[in-house]
């Protein structure tokens, strides 16, 4: 089974990821032992090529798109397709929406749908995520716990990328299990540890 985790940049996804893989003695263990845990951008030569582009405040948003499809292609060829076919449950933080709704927002001024053109230069070769986590927080409180640190941290933007993810959800509700991350970082784990262990009971 895959099973992503989404939202907006300071979301609390890498927090949820993190205590989801160290199974956080307060909590039940929501997943198995041999579970694989992964990220996108991955921390391969591929992930480092996008993270050059993030930082840089010029990158054409079309070539920066195709930066992120290969990072995920490969990341589906070295780490996803194989943990899956090894009968693994494989735990993303981040994923395929990430593009959807992020490029979906930067492509704007560029195409007319650019959510669906990113979906449809996926859709012939990705594997979909089996459910996702969606941890769902207000633009201002994004951009203030995420600390502006780059070009995408900003509550204008995020307020973009904020309803392309919405209108992912609308397009597959069923795939989405939403968490309010607006709540206590306690809360919010507790509810993701509690979402995760229903997904795989
Ligand atoms: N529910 C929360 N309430 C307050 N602060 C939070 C919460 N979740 C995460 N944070 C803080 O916000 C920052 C970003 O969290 P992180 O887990 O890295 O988010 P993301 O991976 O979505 O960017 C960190 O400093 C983290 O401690
Ligand atoms: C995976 C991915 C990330 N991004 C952006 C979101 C983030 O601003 C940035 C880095 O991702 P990440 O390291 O996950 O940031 P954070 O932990 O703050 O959420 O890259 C995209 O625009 N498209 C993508 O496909």
């Known amino acids: 089974m895959l099973i992503t985790l989404e939202g907006l940049d300071g979301s609390g996804k890498t927090s949820a990821w993190e205590s989801l893989r ?4 307060t909590r039940d263990d929501a997943v198995p032992d041999d579970a694989v845990f992964t990220r996108e951008p991955t921390e391969t030569w591929y992930g480092e090529a996008v993270e050059r582009s993030i930082g840089d405040d ?4 079309l070539a920066e798109l195709f930066l992120y499809t290969a990072d995920h292609a490969a990341h ?11 009968g693994r449950v494989v735990v993303s933080d981040r994923y395929s929406d990430s593009r959807y709704a992020y490029q979906g927002a930067t492509l704007s001024d560029a195409l007319d749908d650019p959510l669906a053109y990113v979906q449809d230069v996926h859709a012939p070769w990705t594997r979909p995520p ?5 941890l ?5 409180t994004a951009a203030e716990r995420s600390g502006a640190t780059n070009k995408f941290e900003t509550a ?15 397009e597959e ?6 968490v309010d991350a607006s709540q206590s970082q306690d809360d919010v784990l507790e509810e993701v540890h509690e979402a995760v262990g229903s997904l795989l009971g």
């Open 22 to 25: 160290s199974g956080d003695g």
């Open 58 to 61: 010029d990158a054409d948003p």
């Open 76 to 86: 589906l060829a070295d780490t996803v397709r194989p943990a899956l076919a090894d």
């Open 130 to 134: 089996d459910a996702t986590v969606y």
């Open 136 to 140: 769902d927080v207000d633009p201002e």
């Open 156 to 170: 204008d933007y995020l307020a973009d990328v904020r309803e392309n993810y919405e209108r992912l959800i609308d």
């Open 173 to 178: 509700p069923q795939r989405f299990v939403r």
